[in-house]
């Protein structure tokens, strides 16, 4: 079955540290693969996007993605964290034919510490 | 900037008392979703317009409802609302087909039920 996974549902780090949020993918033929970010009380927003390539991608605000095949994984970094990054981050894989959904993961939430 | 405008970010309705969310987008996108999004959970898909097409998801309540007037405007019905509909509603559009085209969300509105 396709499915997303974020292992991690919430992860604590201090400002200036590094940051990497897991996610992982099952789905039988090519993903497109995305994650987005929500602030609290507001809608989601792309962060970066892979479909085919350079298997790093650098999206906004400092963001990058790696795109793992053998490990079915496209883990979200930062080298920095500031403390405006807190929020909840979402991996999706785009499926279906025709007008296609996403496949969301559960989410994880970001805190960061002064 | 072209974007995804979501009316009102916040609405209250009484038990029971129909109640519609707007969302109007300047993107100039065929396709229109509606998610349904709990708290500390991820957005679930309730359904989408390609154009006029409407794609109702398999598990959408039949007390959910959508219209699309136009390219450019959908809203989302809710015929009696329970307290189980209390969340967040997102709008999102795309341009087509293809599982490479991300969604672009508005900020949502926020849905309280007394």
């Not at chain 1, 949020?21 to 609290?40: D, E, I, K």
């Not at chain 1, 403390?83 to 993961?105: H, L, N, P, Q, R």
Request: with cysteine; proline share 5%.
């Amino acid at each position: 079955a396709q499915s997303v996974t974020q292992p991690d549902i919430h992860i604590t780090v201090s400002e200036g540290a590094s940051l990497e949020l897991r996610c992982n993918y099952s789905y039988g033929a090519t993903p497109y693969l995305f994650w987005y970010v929500q602030s609290p009380g507001q809608g989601l927003q792309l962060l970066l996007k892979y479909f085919s390539g350079d298997t790093l991608v650098q999206g906004i605000k400092g963001f990058e993605a790696e795109f793992k095949r053998s490990q079915s994984s496209f883990n979200l970094r930062k080298p920095s964290v500031h403390w405006s990054d807190a929020a909840e981050y979402f991996c999706a894989v785009g499926e279906g034919s025709g007008t296609y959904k996403y496949i969301f993961g559960t989410g994880t939430r970001l805190k960061v510490l002064a | 900037d072209a974007m995804v405008i979501q009316n009102p970010r916040y609405q209250v309705t009484q038990f029971g008392k129909p109640v519609t969310l707007s969302c109007s987008q300047t993107l100039n996108h065929n396709v229109m979703y509606w998610y349904q999004q709990k708290s500390s959970q991820a957005p679930k898909l309730l359904f989408h317009y390609y154009d006029k097409d409407f794609n109702n998801e398999a598990d959408t309540p039949d007390n959910f409802q959508s219209r699309r007037p136009n390219t450019s405007f959908c809203f989302l019905d809710i015929r009696s609302p329970g307290l189980g509909d209390a969340a967040m509603y997102l709008c999102a559009t795309t341009p087509g087909t293809g599982r490479n085209q991300p969604q672009h969300f508005g900020d949502g509105t926020r849905l309280s039920i007394l």
